[in-house]
């Protein structure tokens, strides 16, 4: 079983597959690009952000998981693109979702667009994942460091997977080989021989969770900030919020604006061991930025509590 997952991590590193990929310019909009095909991009800054999306289940339309499509989060409308609008031209990019996540980052599509954005005279080009988009982005950077990537963002990311990918039953059957590699065992095989992320590369967790549990519903703050990005000095930033309104919410989305847009530095060993007594720690709701306006959602947190004692005996 170990021999089978250690070939599957090495797999996106040996070869490439033709994945059906996409991308649009949001902010200002231009026309989309699939699979290589030219793209009408408008440069009006200096600074570009690539948004990059998450798991969705296509339980009844299986199909679609073969073709790109944008998440909300990441539409010209939706406030995040908005907000980065301000200081950055934002494009969007989608995948299919029929493979191994592993296999997303080393893409054609992946790797060609940020060749674009390079060449098109960026200063600084930002990749934001949310989710699996956040692993997708985390490895590009380890696979490709001198891409031009001048920084990461990864958002409620299952570094070391998450439980609920185990699940077996009412799984999507063209999504099932993406679902499963986001489980606990193949993502503690990567964990056991890290890639370096470069210094000078920028790069935060942004860790989310939901006031009174140690997850997002989704995924445990223990896999959004492992200790393989800890050893780094890779800084974390605590939000109070759920996976799913993470990209959404616009207080979160404000925090990851500003972190997009000011400078990010390595911590110190103390500096990581600090926040690690506070994200781990019992005052960790009260460190959170939270929307002081906010109710509580005891449907989520309780829903996510089930999911995950279920599969933590």
């Known amino acids: 079983m170990l021999a089978t997952l250690t070939a599957t991590l090495m797999m996106p590193l040996m070869s490439t597959i033709d994945l059906p990929t996409a991308v649009w310019q ?37 199909s679609k998981a073969g073709h790109p499509e944008l998440h909300e989060w990441q539409l010209a409308k939706s406030p995040m693109a908005q907000a980065l609008a301000a200081d950055f031209d934002v494009f969007s990019f989608s995948y299919a ?59 409620c990311a299952p570094n070391t997977g998450t439980e609920l990918a185990t699940i077996g039953i009412g799984l999507p059957k063209p999504q099932v080989p993406f679902i499963k590699s986001l489980a606990p065992g193949l993502r503690q095989v ?19 969770k939901v006031p009174g549990l140690a997850h997002d519903t989704l995924v445990n703050i ?22 799913f309104d993470a990209m959404k919410s616009p207080f979160s989305v404000a925090a990851i604006h500003e972190l997009a847009r000011e400078r990010l530095v390595r911590w110190t060993p103390e500096q990581v061991e ?36 279920r599969y933590n005996p």
């Open 26 to 62: 949001v902010a200002p909009p231009a026309v989309a690009e699939f699979n290589g095909q030219p793209i009408e991009l408008k440069k009006t800054k200096d600074r570009a952000a690539l948004l990059v999306h998450g798991l969705v289940l296509r339980v009844i339309q299986p």
């Open 97 to 155: 979702q029929t493979t191994s996540c592993d296999l997303v980052a080393s893409s054609p599509g992946m790797r060609d667009q940020v060749e674009k954005l390079r060449k098109a005279g960026y200063k600084e080009i930002v990749l934001i994942g949310h989710s699996a988009g956040g692993l997708i982005v985390r490895q590009f950077v380890e696979r490709f460091p001198k891409s031009g990537v001048t920084k990461v963002l990864e958002i």
């Open 190 to 208: 990567a964990a056991t021989e890290p890639v370096a992320i470069d210094e000078s590369i920028e790069f935060c967790a942004v860790v989310c």
């Open 222 to 243: 223990e896999s959004q900030w492992p200790r393989e990005l800890q050893k780094q000095g890779i800084p974390a930033v605590l939000i109070g919020i759920n996976h």
């Open 274 to 309: 600090k926040a690690r007594t506070i994200i781990f720690g019992r005052d960790a709701d009260a460190a959170a930025i939270r929307d002081p306006k906010a109710k509580d959602r005891p449907f989520l947190r309780n829903i996510g509590k089930r999911l995950l004692d």
